[in-house]
């Protein structure tokens, strides 16, 4: 894989120019984005790969939901389903794709959840729907230039910054750098709790925000409990299990587990990964598997994993929370 990227290194400066050209023609108006009369949160990214979009998704669903009418908008990826898709009874992860699947599982009478390629469309059908949403989450939108958010959450993780990388094929950058410009928050994420203050402040220093914008930090907070279909039962009294993960990057969960000196063994898949019916049938001769919130979204189909599957779900923790929450409430409050 890294020769592949020293390979294709040559075609960097072609994509990277390709990318700031789009941008800079969004920016001067050539193409065309459309902005509402009402608020409209993106949370996305400049990487590829996992930066922590779904814990923070969940963050501002817990943060507006009880005041405001919340309905979140994906691309809904790999899903078996095309154009604008709405939670509701009977729905599945392929209908929504994992990850809005579990935005529905889990606060499905309070919010609405739906999918769309287009998100222009997409909005354009939640705001036609009898119960309007009063705020609009894009998950995963940075890039989708056509819809032109009055909030950007920018999300970059501890170990991988973007300000370290360069696009791709050779780096992990869907942009140049450049775009971190049109965040009003940069949200550095998945660091340590050891993480001191001194080294907050290189990484503010590295990422030199504009006057306006604000960087915080964020942990991941893992569960002391687990859940599968029928039960719930402390971490600590799972039995040696099978650890199976289709994340773009489970190091931290890992670390975490063998942090607890937990035993078990790891299948580890690509992100989004669709088992097949040979990796299911090994699954089924397991005593005990643990996976992602996201994977179980997947694996709850299967009746006879049940009794076997259990997921721990995990939350983002934001430091200086208050500050956060204030900005993020202060802006849906302007409309």
């Excluded at 340590?192 to 907050?200: A, F």
């Excluded at 220093?205 to 002391?224: M, R």
Aim: glycine share 4%; hydrophobic share 40%.
């Amino acid at each position: 894989m890294k020769l592949l990227r020293y390979i294709f290194f040559p075609v960097v400066p072609i994509y990277f120019c390709i990318t700031w050209l789009r941008n800079k023609l969004f920016d001067l108006g050539i193409l065309k984005s459309t902005s509402y009369r009402f608020p409209v949160i993106c949370v996305g990214n400049l990487s590829v790969g996992g930066t922590g979009k779904t814990p923070m998704i969940e963050y501002l669903i817990r943060l507006l939901k009880d005041d405001t009418q919340v309905a979140t908008l994906s691309r809904g990826y790999k899903r078996k389903s095309e154009g604008f898709q709405i939670g509701k009874e009977g729905v599945t992860a392929d209908i929504l794709g994992d990850e809005p699947f579990q935005f529905y599982s889990k606060y499905k009478n309070q919010i609405t959840v739906a999918v769309d390629a287009d998100r222009r469309e997409g909005i354009a059908q939640l705001m036609a729907l009898q119960l309007k949403p009063d705020v609009v989450l894009l998950d995963d939108a940075y890039q989708h230039r056509k819809v032109q958010a009055g909030f950007n959450i920018l999300l970059t993780t501890y170990s991988n910054l973007y300000t370290s990388d360069i696009v791709l094929p050779t780096g992990n950058l869907r942009e140049p750098k450049s775009g971190a410009s049109r965040a009003n928050v940069i949200v550095v994420t998945k660091c340590p709790n050891s993480i001191s203050e001194s080294e907050k402040a290189d990484i503010i220093t590295a990422i030199a925000p504009k006057t306006e914008q604000h960087v915080f930090f964020s942990t991941i907070k893992y569960a002391d409990y687990v859940v599968s279909k029928t039960k719930q039962m402390d971490l600590q009294d799972v039995p040696r299990f099978t650890l199976v993960t289709g994340i773009a990057n489970p190091t931290p969960l890992v670390d975490y587990l063998k942090g607890k000196d937990m035993v078990f063994d790891h299948l580890n898949f690509k992100d989004h990964h669709d088992f097949t019916a040979d990796e299911l049938e090994t699954f089924k001769q397991k005593t005990c598997i643990l996976t992602t919130e996201k994977d179980f979204m997947r694996l709850n189909q299967f009746e006879y994993l049940d009794d076997k599957v259990f997921y721990l779900s995990i939350e983002a923790v934001i430091d200086r929370a208050a500050d956060f929450d204030k900005l993020v409430k202060s802006y849906v409050a302007s409309y």
